[in-house]
């Protein structure tokens, strides 16, 4: 048995052979065949680590990965499902970080030397 080994593996996609290992144990990459013990990959690994990286610089979860990864649908259509609900959540966290940036604008200019005081300004609705 031919194969690669984990190391030329890891050196050809970047990676560390531990985050090799760890999406095995994730269920992102199928168990390797071994040959005295050694893992030993097919070249098509490199094709699946590629879209795991994709995946995860799209911001998906590990769970999020593996259905990317797998399911008896066509990749296609769970590709775009998935991307879509991504979106959205995405959206949905711009949203909240442009609220956090407006709020910190516009309440956090206290003048006051003294918590107490701002307390009070805050409460006659006369600070912040």
């Known amino acids: 048995m ?12 970047g990676l560390a052979t ?6 095995e144990r994730a ?19 490199l094709g699946l680590l590629e879209m795991i ?7 998906f979860t590990i769970s999020e990965t593996r259905i990317f990864l797998t399911g008896a649908d066509k990749p296609s259509a769970r590709w ?18 442009r609220r956090m940036k407006a709020a910190l604008k516009s309440n956090f200019r ?3 030397a003294e918590t107490d005081d701002c307390a009070r300004a805050i409460a006659r609705k006369a600070c912040g």
């Open 110 to 112: 206290c003048g006051c």
């Open 18 to 23: 531990s985050a090799i290992r760890y999406y």
């Open 27 to 45: 269920g992102l990459l199928p168990k390797p065949a071994r040959a005295s013990g050694q893992r030993r990959y097919e070249p098509e690994i």
């Open 80 to 97: 775009q499902a998935l991307a879509q609900r991504k979106r959205a959540e995405i959206d949905a966290t711009i949203a909240k970080a």
């Open 2 to 13: 031919r194969g690669l080994a984990i190391g030329e593996v890891g050196r050809r996609a």
């Open 53 to 59: 990286r994709m995946a995860r610089a799209a911001g």
